[in-house]
């Protein structure tokens, strides 16, 4: 439209940095369309973001993950960003949705949040959607229950232990005069997992599926100001599943991979571009990133750790 831009680029450790400006006043559409434009003849590049007038967005250049994790009372790392370790802050993003097809990483993006998790005070519960991945290491879990048809009764039963500890807590809050467990040092989180969340409910009958979802909803209602917090991995992402009032409550997304356009815009409400293997989209609140998900093959803890 014969409009011409300012543009600025800066060279940061994994990408280049693009800041633009229209002279004119354009609608975020056209800037859309500019950044789609760089990205046909470079590489992948990341949702627009604001600041001081200027749109900008980071072409992914070269990001190799970093062979090490962190966590503390309220974070964990979920991977190596643009700018170093990207950590999960479920206290300000609770509740975390991955979604991965079949062998794009979903099981190694889990095996490295757990390595951090098992660093740190966090308790971690989690009902074993196959007993493929976790069920040698059934040991390390605060909590731990196999997905099978003949016990599924008792995962709707640990599920609903999880929210009842977490309105226990919050009885213990409301004596204490205090609003959020952050507030009381004592108090460490409780990560509840949830692997192959669709393959859980395809074992419940229509009662069963309604009493499960009522505990979930309520954790994810809850469980922030509780440090209860829901982490729910699917092969794909699926609205018959997770529906729209449902996945708002996860602030922290993660998919992995290569995907459809149907799990894109379930998780973010726009088609992004697939990633290869080792690679992720993240979003926490308003921020899309790209991570690199270190290898890690067991849930041993490397020696120096």
């Known amino acids: 439209n014969r409009k011409t831009l300012k543009c600025w680029t800066a060279q940061l450790e994994n990408a280049v940095r693009v800041r633009v400006r229209f002279n004119k006043k354009a609608t975020e559409n056209e800037y859309t369309k500019f950044k789609d434009t760089v990205e ?3 590489s992948v590049t990341t949702a627009l973001q604001k600041e001081k007038g200027f749109l900008y967005f980071d ?8 062979y090490e994790f962190e966590a503390t009372r309220t974070t964990v790392s979920i991977g190596t960003g643009f700018d170093g370790l990207a950590m999960w802050d479920w206290v300000q993003y609770p509740h975390c949705l991955v979604v991965a ?9 889990v095996r490295y949040l757990l390595l951090g998790l098992f660093t740190s005070q966090t308790q971690v519960w989690l009902v074993d959607g196959k007993m493929v991945d976790y069920y040698a290491y059934r040991d390390k879990f605060d909590r731990y229950i196999s997905n099978e048809v003949s016990n599924i009764e008792q995962v709707l039963e640990f599920v609903h232990e999880f929210r009842l500890a977490m309105l226990e807590r919050q009885q213990k809050l409301k004596t204490l005069g205090l609003t959020n467990f952050a507030d009381e040092p004592s108090m460490n989180s409780r990560i509840l997992i949830l692997e192959e969340y669709i393959v859980l409910l395809d074992y419940m009958n229509k009662k069963q599926r309604e009493a499960f979802e009522e505990d979930i ?5 809850l469980g922030r100001a509780m440090g209860f917090d829901v982490l729910v991995t699917m092969q794909r992402g699926d609205t018959a599943y997770i529906k729209g009032a449902m996945r708002d409550n996860f602030m922290c997304r993660v998919l992995l991979g290569s995907f459809s356009d149907t799990s894109s815009r379930m998780m973010f409400d726009t088609p992004l571009k697939s990633l290869e293997v080792g690679k ?5 609140g308003d921020r899309i990133e790209v991570t690199a998900i270190p290898y890690y093959g067991s849930l041993d803890l ?3 750790h």
């Open 217 to 221: 909803r309520a954790i994810l209602l």
């Open 280 to 284: 992720a989209w993240i979003q926490q």
């Open 59 to 66: 072409v992914l250049v070269s990001l190799r993950p970093k």
């Open 101 to 109: 097809e079949t062998g794009q990483g979903k099981s190694v993006f």
């Open 302 to 304: 490397p020696e120096k």
């Open 40 to 42: 046909i003849h470079t």
